[in-house]
């Protein structure tokens, strides 16, 4: 009887660590409020190659007329601070 107790007693242990450990977990994730943008202006026609949202920026890496270019996108006005064209060497 006592061996069947701690082992509920172990098993109960074991869940709350991983009740714990998910609820803990999380905190890098961007917040709701720190991007209130609706949407983005791209040249007509362009190819989104990837977007990344980070440190209240959104950054988009788009193809248009066989040129590549990064645009970076303030989060909370939408408005573009900075557009850098990828060139070959």
Not at 14 to 30: D, F, H, M, R, T
Not at 32 to 57: F, I, N, Q
């Amino acid at each position: 009887m006592l061996s069947v107790g701690i082992l509920l007693v172990g098993l109960l242990a074991v869940g709350a660590a991983i009740v714990y450990k998910l609820s803990s977990e999380g905190g890098s994730a961007p917040v709701a409020t720190d991007y209130a943008l609706a949407a983005v202006k791209l040249p007509a026609g362009a190819d989104v190659v990837s977007a990344v949202a980070a440190d209240g920026r959104l950054t988009v890496t788009f193809k248009s007329a066989g040129n590549t270019a990064i645009r970076i996108f303030d989060g909370k006005t939408g408005e573009m601070l900075r557009e850098i064209p990828v060139v070959t060497q």
